[in-house]
Each structure stands twice: as structure tokens, then as C-alpha cells.
């Protein structure tokens, strides 16, 4: 009988125990959940706890999706979206991170600037909710934006004759981009009043993300520097090889004509009179000039004079079927003191013709 009791006793001790232990337990997983719950209020009520789960989500899209004003900026028929967007990736390959900016945070406001290959590309604003759990307020984002106008380039301007071809990354600038026309050679002044020579034109390039590759290519398709498009006499040379032996070949026979009438050669006014106008524009002001000066000569005997050498400086093909020829040539004459030599500069204007190539006009310097 004692020895049952005994164990009656014991297991009602036991049992109590395991009341109390559960009720422990309880009190305990009470309160570790309590202290849990407080510290996840503490933890959510630090900035740097949102500002880490921002730059955990942080991503290239967004950044690129927050810079629509600068896509949109660039002119979309030498840039696409996709070229900016791919622009904007290779500016981040680096990585983004965050650094607080003490300068612009307050008690209600924090602020940490984004920084991607040691430049700033935005930044993010945190505020206190309006909630609070233990006397502990969170902190959350209320928002963001991002600055990566570094990317833009540079507007340029390029100035090249007329008939050169611009492009931009592969793609051809058209007459939209031409912000002026017409612009003069100073070495053919004496002749836009009256003739149609070649003249330049200047492109605007617009600002785009990245440097612009600018490409130029003459009329013939030949690569020019930038430098050499923009030189005051770069084109001028613009004849093709047919062009430029015709105009050689009656350049020289013009010449030889000329100072064999200005000279009086064989003391043949006439005669030299006659052979030098059948290189010239029938009853065209320079052949008047001529005819003009015929009588003057009536004075002169001949000189015995005898061309030394002629070279041609240039030819430029005009728009509208004419020619500039640029000549210098040496002449040896007998003076009163004995033969001397002078060196003669001509700029002689040919036009095409039915009997080919005739001279117009002549400026002696």
C-alpha cells in the first residue's frame, strides 16, 4: 500500500513539473518573441537597414528607367533608345554603391548619393514612416532620381565643302543638320557675284550620349580628317582627271597665245591677235579686253619673248560649267637694259562650249 502511494505521489509531482516547465517554456518563447519583435523594430527603425535593402534591389533597368529625360534628350534618328540604354550599362559595369550625404540629412530626412565608377549618378531619399512600434519609427524610401548627364557629349560643328558626305556613327547627316549654307572660299571672292563656284557648308552635331564619331568623305568617297575638311583651300582641287588634262592643254596654248600677242611677237599684231582669240569666248568680254589692247600695241615692237616655265597652282570646277585655272608663268623679254625674266600670276575663268573649252574672264595678281 505505501509503495503505491508512493508512486501516486510521484507522478502528480510530475505532472505538476511538467505544468510548470510548459508554463516556462511558454513565459519564454513569450517573451524571446517579444525581445525578437523589438529588436526587428530597432533594426527596421536604423536608415542604413532600408537604404541596404534598396541597393540589394537596385538594378541597371531601374537606373535606366529613371533616365528617360536623358534618353529622350538625344536625338533618336543618330542614337536610338537602345544605344542610350546600352550607353548607360557600360557606364554602371562597375557597380553602384551609396555614401550618405550629411550635408542635405535631417531629422526627417536622409539622403545617400549613388556612386558608380567615382561618379555621382543620382541619389536616394529616406523618411520615417508614419507608424511606430515601441517608440521605434521605421525609415523607408520616398524616393530617387538619377543625373548621368556626364554621358552627354559635346555639340559639334563641322564645316566642309559642299559636296562632302558627313556621318555619325556610320549614319549620314542630311540637310537638316546644315545650320549654314553657302559659305565663300576667301580665295574665290572676285567671283560669287557673278559665277556659281564651289563653296562650304557647316554641320551641327548634335549632343549625343558618349563621343560622336564623326565621319567625312569627299565627293569620290575618300576618308578627310576634320581638320583637313575645314582648311580654306581644301576642295578647291575638285576636277577629275579628264578635266584637269583639258584645262592644262588649253591652259598652256592660252598662255603661249597670250604673251606671244602681249609681246608683239614677229611684230604680227594681228596675226597674234587672231590666234589668241580662237581660245577665247567669241565676242566675250575678255576677248573685247583684247581687241581693246590691240590698238596699244601699235607701240610696241617685238620683244623676243620666250617662256621659260608654266605651272598650273589649281583648277576648280565651278557649279554651273566653268573652270578656274590658278597659272604662274616665267617669261625672259629684252628690256633696255638686255633680257629679263618676270614672273606673271593669272587666275584665267574657261566655260564649256560646243568648240570646247573657251576662256571667259582673267584676273592678272
Known amino acids: 500500500m505505501r509503495t503505491r502511494r508512493k ?10 513539473m511538467a505544468v510548470y516547465a510548459l508554463l516556462f517554456l511558454g513565459l519564454a518563447l513569450f517573451g524571446l518573441s517579444r525581445f525578437w519583435d523589438y529588436m526587428a523594430a530597432y533594426e527596421n527603425s536604423r536608415p542604413q537597414k532600408a537604404i541596404d535593402a534598396y541597393m540589394a534591389s537596385l538594378d541597371i533597368r531601374h537606373v535606366q528607367d529613371g533616365s528617360g529625360d536623358l534618353i529622350a534628350g538625344v536625338d533618336s534618328r543618330l542614337q536610338s533608345e537602345e544605344a542610350c540604354r546600352e550607353m548607360i550599362a557600360d557606364a554602371l559595369r562597375g557597380g553602384i554603391t551609396c555614401a550618405r550625404k550629411l550635408s542635405e540629412c535631417t531629422d526627417t530626412k536622409m539622403v545617400y548619393m549613388l556612386l558608380s565608377g567615382g561618379k555621382t549618378i543620382g541619389k536616394v ?22 543625373d548621368l548627364s556626364f554621358l552627354m557629349g559635346q555639340e559639334v560643328t563641322v564645316t566642309v565643302p559642299y559636296d562632302h558626305s558627313v ?14 549654307s553657302g559659305i565663300p572660299y576667301p580665295y574665290l571672292k572676285d567671283y560669287y557675284a ?21 565621319q567625312i568623305a569627299d565627293a569620290m568617297g575618300n576618308p578627310v580628317s576634320a581638320g583637313e ?5 581644301h576642295g578647291l582641287n ?18 603661249d597665245s597670250y604673251v606671244a600677242f602681249t609681246s608683239c611677237a614677229n611684230n604680227d599684231r594681228t596675226g597674234n591677235y587672231q590666234r589668241l582669240i580662237a ?9 573685247q579686253r583684247m581687241y581693246d589692247a590691240l590698238g596699244g600695241l601699235k607701240w610696241v615692237s617685238d620683244r623676243n619673248a620666250r617662256i621659260l616655265s608654266v605651272d598650273i597652282n589649281r583648277q576648280v570646277r565651278f557649279l554651273d560649267g566653268r573652270y578656274l585655272c590658278d597659272v604662274t608663268y616665267v617669261v625672259s623679254a629684252r628690256e633696255q637694259a638686255g633680257m629679263a625674266e618676270t614672273t606673271q600670276n593669272l587666275r584665267i575663268l574657261f566655260v564649256d562650249t560646243e568648240d570646247g573649252l573657251r576662256a571667259e574672264s582673267m584676273i592678272s595678281y
Open 7 to 16: 508512486m501516486k505521489y510521484g507522478v502528480k509531482l510530475l505532472i505538476v
Open 125 to 146: 531619399t529616406l523618411e520615417p514612416l508614419a507608424a511606430d512600434r515601441y517608440g521605434f519609427t521605421p525609415w523607408a524610401v520616398s524616393g530617387d532620381s538619377f
Open 167 to 180: 556621318t555619325v556613327g556610320g549614319i549620314p547627316l542630311t540637310g537638316d543638320y546644315i545650320t549654314e
Open 194 to 214: 557673278h559665277y556659281a563656284p564651289p563653296y562650304m557648308v557647316t554641320y551641327r552635331v548634335p549632343a549625343l550620349l558618349g563621343t560622336s564619331e564623326i
Open 229 to 233: 575638311a575645314g582648311e580654306e583651300s
Open 238 to 255: 575638285n576636277c577629275t582627271q579628264a578635266q584637269a588634262a583639258a584645262l592644262e592643254e588649253i591652259t598652256r596654248d592660252f598662255v
Open 279 to 287: 581660245y577665247m569666248v567669241p565676242g566675250g568680254t575678255l576677248a
